[in-house]
């Protein structure tokens, strides 16, 4: 590492202490930038200023071991700060010890983090100043976030990318994904630190600020262009929200009663043409419901002379065949019923991970392996709306909602995402949650529909604003109107086609290129 990477800031003694503990807090504000406490917003400029603390770390490390420790640091305090919530599964609602539980965050986000660590290894052995630099450390920032959200079924949750659905970056979702407008963000924060360096070649520096400058404002211009095409007639939609306590959720004589009824009872009163209640919203296999309960919901939506469809969230199955968690859905006049099989499943929620068996016996959360559905599921026809249902945390892997619009003439014109997170109680997960739908939304230029059981159930139109929502943690049902639409943007052509094996490369194309360009001089 050259001299301008070795300069020192501060003694030995003081960046052993004050270095973590930056790192540390550093890391925290990146969670709070996802999603800030009371508003529930995210804050870009937050984002970027808490990982340039990383890029400073990093610039002050004196070996790739210490900027491996450091890196992993601010990585494990970012993740456990992101999805502390899980928490409340394991201990509020798993009778995990809550040492156990505390442990079992810490290990998942070390664990998560060790990505980012060996990376900001190989930044500070190949690193030089400049430019170089910054585009080493974009790259390997996103290569750890690919490898967060792919490897072991992938646990995206709280890619740096989410907190920049509003603000400058905005624009650049339509054509590079979450990741892509992450590893922008990663640019920026390096260049911060980067600025002394990068100012001692002013036309160099020029060039660069000139050339972003122009992507991002044709990107921008050409978001708005697309925008502003006129969409498709509106449609009134009910999404229903029952606030089913968790603990009670599954409980014959409580949470099971007070879903079947209320649940039941807004199916048959809700004025719109699409009512959507949330993932397990009828909490009971088909066969154990009350006798003539399904049948009843069937006959109203399916009549020829309904106006009104619907889309339910309930598990299907049998011990032969085995058991899905599902979204089933009713039109007026079709005899065959829609269906939609949850596809990507939650590790030690809906599948447990082989030699994981005995973590879950600890717990009191009734878990099992539940059956995939098929990747790039049908959507339901109706209203002239193509309406593609995905269940819970699913719409955080953008790559698979994107397979969907391999066929432009079946492609999606709304989205709908069932869930519920009670099991994560009134915490920011929720909001988090939320801007994951808005990131879609904006990814793929569709709305977005949310019913879940808590909150958020929101309505998000094609530029990734929310235009109607409930309270959380209330029970209500929300009527709204929304406007399928059509056309495909550049990240859905190609996402579709090649998954995120483009980002791979051109992160694994920046290194390599780094890397040579150190050997060479």
Same mark, same amino acid.
Request: aromatic share 12%.
């Given at each position: 590492?050259?001299?301008a990477?070795?300069?020192?800031g501060m003694?030995?003694?003081?960046?052993?202490?004050l270095?973590?503990?930056a790192l540390v807090?550093a890391?925290?504000?990146?969670a709070?930038a996802?999603?800030?406490?009371?508003?529930?917003?995210?804050q870009?400029w937050?984002q970027v200023l808490?990982?340039?603390?990383?890029?400073?770390?990093l610039?002050?490390?004196?070996?790739?071991?210490?900027a491996?420790?450091?890196?992993g640091?601010?990585?494990?305090a970012?993740l456990?700060a992101?999805?502390w919530?899980?928490f409340? @599964?394991?201990?509020?609602?798993?009778?995990?010890p809550a040492?156990l539980?505390v442990? !079992?965050?810490?290990?998942?986000a070390?664990?998560?983090?060790?990505?980012?660590?060996?990376l900001?290894?190989l930044?500070?052995?190949w690193?030089?100043p400049g430019?170089?630099?910054?585009g080493?450390? *974009?790259?390997c920032?996103?290569l750890g976030? /690919?490898?967060?959200?792919?490897l072991w079924?992938g646990?995206?949750?709280?890619?740096?990318?989410?907190?920049?659905?509003d603000?400058?970056?905005?624009?650049?979702?339509r054509?590079?994904?979450v990741y892509?407008?992450?590893?922008?963000?990663?640019?920026?924060?390096?260049?911060?630190v980067?600025?002394?360096v990068?100012?001692?070649r002013?036309?160099?520096a020029?060039?660069?600020a000139g050339?972003?400058g122009?992507?991002?404002?044709?990107?921008?211009?050409?978001?708005?262009?697309?925008?502003q095409q006129?969409?498709?007639?509106?449609?009134?939609v009910?999404l229903?929200?029952?606030?089913?306590?968790?603990?009670e959720?599954?409980m014959?004589?409580?949470?099971?009663?007070q879903a079947l009824?209320?649940y039941?009872?807004?199916? /048959?009163?809700a004025?719109?043409s699409?009512v959507?209640?949330?993932?397990?919203?009828?909490?009971?296999l088909?066969q154990?419901?009350p006798?003539?309960?399904?049948e009843?919901l069937?006959q109203?939506?399916?009549?020829p002379?309904?106006?009104?469809?619907?889309l339910i969230?309930?598990?299907?199955?049998?011990s032969?065949?085995g058991?899905?968690? @599902?979204?089933i859905g009713?039109?007026?006049?079709?005899?065959?019923?829609?269906?939609?099989?949850?596809q990507h499943?939650?590790p030690?929620?809906?599948?447990i991970?082989p030699?994981f068996?005995?973590?879950?016996r600890?717990?009191e959360?009734?878990?099992?392996?539940?059956?995939?559905?098929?990747?790039?599921q049908? @959507?339901?026809?109706w209203?002239?709306?193509r309406w593609?249902?995905?269940i819970?945390?699913?719409?955080l892997?953008?790559?698979?909602l994107?397979?969907r619009f391999?066929?432009?003439a079946h492609?999606?014109t709304?989205?709908?995402?069932?869930?519920n997170i *009670?099991?994560?109680?009134?915490?920011?997960?929720?909001?988090?949650h939320l801007?994951?739908s808005r990131?879609? !939304?904006?990814?793929?230029e569709?709305p977005?529909?949310r019913?879940t059981n808590t909150?958020a159930?929101a309505?998000?139109?094609?530029?990734?604003?929310?235009t109607a929502a409930?309270?959380?943690v209330?029970?209500?049902v929300?009527?709204?109107?929304?406007?399928?639409?059509?056309?495909?943007?550049?990240?859905?052509?190609?996402v @579709?086609?090649?998954g995120l094996?483009?980002?791979?490369?051109c992160?694994?194309a920046?290194?390599?290129l780094?890397?040579?360009q150190h050997?060479?001089?």
């Open positions: 590492m050259t001299a990477l070795d300069r020192k003694t030995p003694h003081k960046a052993r202490w270095w973590p503990l807090l890391g925290t504000l990146q709070v996802l999603a800030v406490p009371q508003t529930g917003q995210p870009w937050l808490a990982l340039s603390v990383l890029c400073a770390a610039q002050q490390s004196r070996s790739s071991r210490q491996a420790w450091w890196g640091l601010f990585a494990t970012w456990s992101t999805f919530w899980l409340i @599964s394991m201990h509020t609602y798993g009778g995990l040492v539980a442990l !079992a965050v810490l290990a998942l070390a664990f998560l983090g060790s990505y980012y660590a060996l900001m290894a930044w500070r052995r690193a030089r430019w170089q630099a910054v080493l450390f *974009a790259a920032w996103t976030e /690919l490898a967060r959200g792919t079924t646990f995206p949750w709280g890619a740096i990318g989410y907190a920049h659905v603000g400058p970056l905005s624009a650049l979702p054509w590079v994904g892509g407008t992450g590893a922008v963000a990663a640019v920026l924060a390096m260049a911060l980067q600025l002394r990068l100012v001692q002013p036309r160099l020029l060039v660069a050339v972003f122009l992507l991002l404002g044709g990107a921008w211009f050409s978001q708005q262009q697309a925008q006129p969409g498709r007639a509106a449609v009134d009910a229903l929200q029952g606030n089913i306590p968790q603990d959720k599954f014959p004589g409580s949470g099971v009663v009824q209320w039941g009872e807004q199916l /048959l009163q004025p719109a699409l959507v209640a949330p993932e397990t919203a009828l909490p009971m088909p154990q419901l006798y003539g309960y399904l009843a069937e109203t939506y399916r009549a002379e309904s106006r009104s469809a619907a969230g309930i598990p299907l199955g049998d032969v065949q058991y899905s968690n @599902s979204v009713w039109v007026p006049g079709e005899m065959t019923e829609y269906r939609y099989d949850k499943l939650v030690f929620g809906e599948f991970p030699l068996h005995w973590f879950v600890m717990m959360i009734p878990l099992g392996d539940f059956r995939r559905g098929s990747l790039g049908a @959507s339901m026809d209203h002239g709306e593609a249902p995905n819970c945390y699913e719409d892997f953008g790559e698979e994107g397979v391999g066929d432009e492609a999606p709304v989205f709908v995402n069932v869930s *009670a099991w994560f109680g009134d915490s920011v997960a929720i909001d988090q801007q994951i990131m879609r !939304a904006l990814e793929f569709r977005m529909l019913a909150g159930t309505v998000i139109d094609h530029r990734g604003v929310v409930l309270p959380a209330t029970q209500g929300l009527l709204a109107q929304v406007q399928g639409r059509d056309g495909v943007t550049p990240f859905a052509r190609w @579709s086609r090649w094996w483009p980002l791979w490369l992160c694994v920046v290194i390599a780094c890397v040579w050997k060479k001089n």
